[in-house]
């Protein structure tokens, strides 16, 4: 009876309600997580150019063996999720001469992955000096051969040598460096062959034990035999089309709608092997969400490592390390799972500093295009804040889709600016109006003490060449005192930027030796200079799928001495470390001090 | 006792239905709203739903239910369209289910299950399962609301608030 008289009331004795109308779509809109209708009458973000602006990078590409590679991520047509995000690039020092070597990873094809053609290969660029490298992939043993996305380093035998981590779709693989230009890839044997979609992993000791620890974002979860539709296909033989579109136009779909992967913790055991202790550590991801980026970094400042995953079209995630194995998912209260409207973005590439030399680590997130890219400010006690659009970072980023995205001093000014890789996913985008182009412009900004301004590319210079930009590494590659990057392009060759900037301030460059692990992740540095106290953290990963090396670069300004460099080292312990001087790479060994 | 006739029966009963209808109305309209979490709301929120001639499965994460009374729920959820997707985001975000009829920011909604989406300009359409628009209301922006959610429900005195983000409106029992 209760029910009948709620259906008369219902149907019967209610005001008639206005008639339905049928709703027009309305002004298209892309970016899924958020996302804002803009019209524009050109293109945002390409050929945007400043007669007056200094040049800061020169495009030496040509003039390095870079030239040659090629790296290849499926059709032209990105018919498939699968083809459009790979890959990283790594900067790191792998045969210990003091110079910066490249680790550039590669794609795949479909056709590769069924076996019907060769794999593109990895390429690992010895450094030679004087911006010569030299290809030495083969004699290295670092061909990949694999769907490479990202790519994570760290010493994680103590053996003095930096290994590489290389998150594949399908097999993922750990290259252990054999000390004698070789690698060997160990993965299997060591327990971290993981399958399904890697991504950016990093590497850290989040329990202590003096042993690096490895954590592995999973994207998507996608079976070859049986891919969602394609573009092409989309409206034909009742494939639905009308979810997998951008403002409109059939595109390839995903991530929404698709599995995502979960993610894996890897603790290392005393024996060396890893386990897998993604479950008990509460971190495995049982929501799997779409893991890109992912960074060990101290949020909290307990000594004890935090670790943070940026997800694509779902909220990032940052687990406080509780010190007894386990973790504690706090993305919500912290304020970085979302931006500070609410709204779950499309998570791509990580930048870790302390941008306004608080002494607090901060976060800037890499989005898609009519989306801004988010800068998050540590509060302190694990709050986060959105200061996107105080901080000058907001308006100017929505045409464009962000990728690898890197903190770095470029003038050497002790301000941490910041630089952004962007391209789209769609190739659609070149035949429409929609402000956004698929090769797009990097991104460099100048940091005014805490706000952001864009540095301007000068008519014919690197930054007003426009790139489909994946990986991103940074690192001094002529030890000149100035920061240089390599860049990982989709479907073309890679971007080797070299620091120009005519006016620089003093710098300092520091490569930490610990007592374990010995490479020094997980420190963190802190460099007084009159009554500026800079934060540098040594970490693995982040970045987007790539890795910045991992000799830190302190600008100095204008300052000509160090009044105090403080280090604490992984293992917790404090050591203040004299330095006489400034404009040099100093080696700190734990406990023994600086060689300069 | 002197027989009725049929339509003596059907008026009587008709007047007799209105009658305690109309006692039943200012019931329902003290009945507040209760929030729903943990077991209580996934017990009650679909998996997947169907809109416009697609199902799409629902985003876990962002469902909200509420009671009214002992048995009335109103449960919204956003699904999981694919991809960096378009325009069908603007209009229809997930869905809007009311096993009673209720108010929505100060528009009466029956009993249905529709489709809803949150506009950028202050809006929140609901429609049904083909695409009409059956109510289109303001929301109001709270800029005080600390860590705003995708879609969340909080109380409102007995009333409930559906944010999406900053922007919420009331829904009320009727």
Same mark, same amino acid.
């Given at each position: 009876?209760?029910?009948?008289?709620?259906?008369?009331?219902?149907?019967?004795?209610?005001?008639?309600?206005?008639?339905?109308?049928?709703?027009?779509?309305? $002004?298209?809109?892309?970016?899924?997580?958020?996302?804002?209708?803009?019209?524009?009458?050109?293109?945002?973000?390409?050929?945007?150019?400043?007669?007056?602006?200094?040049?800061?990078?020169?495009?030496?590409?040509?003039?390095?063996?870079?030239?040659?590679?090629?790296?290849?991520?499926?059709?032209?047509?990105?018919?498939?999720?699968?083809?459009?995000?790979?890959?990283?690039?790594?900067?790191?020092?792998? =045969?210990?001469?003091?110079?910066?070597?490249?680790?550039?990873?590669?794609?795949?094809?479909?056709?590769?992955? *069924?076996?019907?053609?060769?794999?593109?290969?990895?390429?690992?660029?010895?450094?030679?000096?004087?911006?010569?490298?030299?290809?030495?992939?083969?004699? !290295?043993?670092?061909?990949?051969?694999?769907?490479?996305?990202?790519?994570?380093?760290?010493?994680?035998?103590?053996?003095?040598?930096?290994?590489?981590?290389?998150?594949?779709?399908?097999?993922?693989?750990?290259?252990?460096?054999?000390?004698?230009?070789?690698?060997?890839?160990?993965?299997?044997?060591?327990?971290?062959?993981?399958?399904?979609?890697?991504?950016?992993?990093?590497?850290?000791?989040?329990?202590?034990?003096?042993?690096?620890? #490895?954590?592995?974002?999973?994207?998507?979860?996608? =079976?070859?035999?049986?891919?969602?539709?394609?573009? /092409? !296909?989309?409206?034909?033989?009742?494939?639905?089309?009308?979810?997998?579109?951008?403002?409109?136009?059939?595109?390839?779909?995903?991530?929404?709608?698709?599995?995502?992967?979960?993610?894996?913790?890897?603790?290392?055991?005393?024996?060396?092997?890893?386990?897998?202790?993604?479950?008990? !550590?509460?971190? /495995?991801?049982?929501?799997?969400?779409?893991?890109?980026?992912?960074?060990?970094?101290?949020?909290?400042?307990?000594?004890?490592?935090? #670790?943070?995953?940026?997800?694509?079209?779902?909220?990032?995630?940052?687990?406080?390390?509780?010190?007894?194995?386990?973790?504690?998912?706090?993305?919500?209260?912290?304020?970085?799972?979302?931006?500070?409207?609410?709204?779950? $973005?499309?998570?791509?590439? #990580?930048?870790?500093?302390?941008?306004?030399?608080?002494?607090?680590?901060?976060?800037?997130?890499?989005?898609?295009?009519?989306?801004?890219?988010?800068?998050?400010?540590?509060?302190?006690?694990?709050?986060?804040?959105?200061?996107?659009?105080?901080?000058?970072?907001?308006?100017?980023?929505?045409?464009?889709?962000?990728?690898?995205?890197?903190?770095?001093?470029?003038?050497?000014?002790?301000?941490?600016?910041?630089?952004?890789?962007?391209?789209?996913?769609?190739?659609?985008?070149?035949?429409?109006?929609?402000?956004?182009?698929?090769? $797009? *412009?990097?991104?460099?900004?100048?940091?005014?003490?805490?706000?952001?301004?864009?540095?301007?590319?000068?008519?014919? /210079?690197?930054?007003?060449?426009?790139?489909?930009?994946?990986?991103?590494?940074?690192? =001094?590659?002529?030890?000149?005192?100035?920061?240089?990057?390599?860049?990982?392009?989709?479907?073309?060759?890679?971007?080797?930027?070299?620091?120009?900037?005519?006016?620089?301030?003093?710098?300092?460059?520091?490569?930490?030796?610990?007592?374990?692990?010995?490479?020094?992740?997980?420190?963190?540095?802190?460099?007084?200079?009159?009554?500026?106290? *800079?934060?540098?953290?040594?970490?693995?990963?982040?970045?987007?799928?790539?890795?910045?090396?991992?000799?830190?670069?302190?600008?100095?300004?204008?300052?000509?001495?160090?009044?105090?460099?403080?280090?604490?080292?992984?293992?917790?312990?404090?050591?203040?470390?004299?330095?006489?001087?400034?404009?040099?790479?100093?080696?700190?060994?734990?406990?023994?001090?600086?060689?300069? | 006792?002197?027989?009725?006739?049929?339509?003596?029966?059907?008026?009587?009963?008709?007047?007799?239905?209105?009658? @305690?209808?109309? @006692?039943?109305?200012?019931? @329902?309209?003290?009945?507040?709203?209760?929030?729903?979490?943990?077991?209580?709301?996934?017990?009650?929120?679909?998996? &997947? @739903?169907?809109?416009?001639?697609?199902?799409?499965?629902?985003?876990?994460? +962002?469902?909200?239910?509420?009671?009214?009374? %002992?048995?009335?729920?109103?449960?919204?959820?956003?699904?999981?369209?694919?991809?960096?997707?378009?325009?069908?985001?603007?209009?229809?975000?997930?869905?809007?289910?009311?096993?009673? &009829?209720?108010?929505?920011?100060?528009?009466?909604?029956?009993?249905?299950?529709?489709?809803?989406?949150?506009?950028?300009?202050?809006?929140? +359409?609901?429609?049904?399962?083909?695409?009409?628009?059956?109510? &289109?209301?303001?929301?109001?922006?709270? %800029?005080?609301?600390?860590?705003?959610?995708?879609?969340?429900?909080?109380?409102?005195? &007995? +009333?409930?608030?559906?944010?999406?983000?900053?922007?919420?409106?009331?829904?009320?029992? %009727?």
């Amino acid at each position: 009876m209760f029910g009948f008289v709620t259906v008369l009331l219902s149907f019967s004795l209610l005001p008639a309600q206005t008639p339905p109308q049928k709703v027009e779509p309305q $002004q298209p809109m892309g970016g899924a997580s958020t996302g804002r209708p803009a019209t524009y009458t050109s293109r945002r973000t390409a050929g945007i150019t400043d007669p007056n602006a200094p040049v800061v990078f020169e495009d030496v590409t040509d003039k390095t063996a870079l030239a040659n590679f090629r790296h290849v991520s499926g059709g032209t047509a990105k018919d498939y999720i699968l083809e459009t995000p790979s890959g990283g690039v790594a900067i790191f020092d792998y =045969d210990n001469d003091g110079r910066s070597d490249i680790y550039l990873l590669n794609g795949s094809t479909i056709a590769a992955q *069924q076996g019907k053609e060769k794999a593109p290969r990895a390429a690992l660029y010895r450094n030679l000096g004087n911006w010569k490298f030299e290809d030495v992939t083969e004699k !290295a043993g670092v061909t990949n051969e694999r769907w490479g996305f990202g790519v994570a380093v760290g010493d994680y035998d103590n053996d003095g040598y930096a290994d590489l981590y290389v998150g594949n779709f399908g097999v993922s693989r750990l290259y252990h460096n054999n000390g004698n230009g070789t690698f060997t890839d160990v993965a299997e044997k060591l327990n971290v062959a993981r399958r399904g979609w890697s991504t950016g992993a990093s590497w850290g000791d989040y329990d202590g034990d003096g042993r690096l620890d #490895l954590f592995v974002p999973g994207y998507v979860q996608i =079976d070859l035999n049986n891919l969602p539709p394609n573009p /092409s !296909a989309a409206g034909k033989d009742g494939v639905a089309q009308n979810f997998c579109q951008f403002r409109g136009v059939p595109v390839m779909c995903g991530p929404r709608g698709l599995t995502g992967d979960g993610d894996t913790l890897y603790h290392q055991k005393a024996d060396g092997t890893f386990e897998d202790v993604s479950v008990k !550590a509460g971190v /495995s991801d049982p929501e799997k969400f779409y893991g890109f980026s992912s960074v060990f970094v101290h949020v909290d400042d307990d000594k004890l490592l935090d #670790l943070l995953v940026v997800n694509d079209s779902t909220p990032n995630q940052l687990y406080i390390n509780k010190g007894n194995g386990t973790f504690e998912e706090i993305g919500y209260p912290s304020g970085v799972a979302v931006n500070e409207n609410g709204r779950e $973005q499309a998570g791509m590439g #990580l930048a870790v500093g302390d941008y306004d030399n608080d002494g607090r680590v901060d976060f800037h997130i890499t989005n898609f295009s009519d989306d801004s890219n988010t800068l998050y400010h540590n509060d302190g006690d694990t709050n986060f804040t959105d200061v996107t659009f105080q901080a000058g970072l907001g308006e100017v980023s929505i045409p464009f889709l962000g990728w690898g995205t890197s903190f770095l001093d470029y003038d050497n000014d002790g301000w941490q600016d910041l630089f952004v890789v962007n391209g789209h996913v769609y190739p659609v985008v070149d035949a429409h109006q929609w402000g956004t182009s698929y090769a $797009q *412009q990097a991104l460099l900004f100048r940091n005014l003490k805490g706000k952001f301004e864009r540095v301007g590319a000068q008519p014919g /210079s690197a930054l007003a060449s426009a790139w489909p930009g994946r990986g991103l590494a940074i690192g =001094d590659l002529d030890a000149d005192g100035r920061l240089d990057l390599v860049i990982n392009n989709l479907d073309g060759r890679p971007t080797v930027l070299r620091n120009v900037a005519a006016s620089t301030g003093h710098w300092l460059r520091l490569k930490l030796i610990a007592k374990t692990p010995r490479d020094a992740i997980g420190s963190v540095v802190y460099v007084t200079t009159g009554k500026t106290r *800079q934060r540098q953290d040594v970490f693995s990963g982040a970045v987007y799928c790539s890795q910045n090396d991992l000799t830190l670069h302190v600008g100095l300004g204008a300052a000509t001495k160090v009044d105090k460099l403080e280090i604490q080292w992984p293992d917790g312990s404090t050591e203040v470390v004299d330095v006489a001087g400034v404009d040099k790479t100093i080696t700190i060994t734990q406990g023994k001090g600086a060689k300069q | 006792m002197c027989a009725m006739k049929p339509q003596q029966k059907i008026l009587i009963t008709v007047v007799a239905l209105l009658v @305690f209808a109309s @006692f039943s109305v200012p019931v @329902f309209a003290q009945d507040g709203g209760t929030v729903l979490a943990g077991a209580e709301l996934t017990r009650v929120v679909p998996t &997947s @739903f169907y809109f416009q001639g697609q199902s799409a499965p629902t985003q876990m994460r +962002n469902t909200a239910a509420a009671r009214f009374g %002992k048995e009335r729920f109103v449960i919204v959820g956003m699904v999981d369209t694919s991809g960096y997707s378009a325009e069908i985001r603007a209009r229809y975000q997930g869905f809007f289910i009311t096993d009673s &009829s209720i108010t929505v920011g100060g528009g009466t909604l029956a009993t249905g299950a529709y489709g809803f989406g949150f506009t950028n300009d202050g809006k929140l +359409n609901i429609l049904d399962l083909s695409g009409n628009q059956m109510l &289109s209301v303001s929301t109001t922006n709270d %800029k005080a609301l600390r860590r705003p959610r995708p879609l969340t429900m909080m109380m409102d005195g &007995s +009333n409930v608030r559906l944010y999406a983000g900053r922007d919420y409106v009331v829904i009320a029992a %009727k």
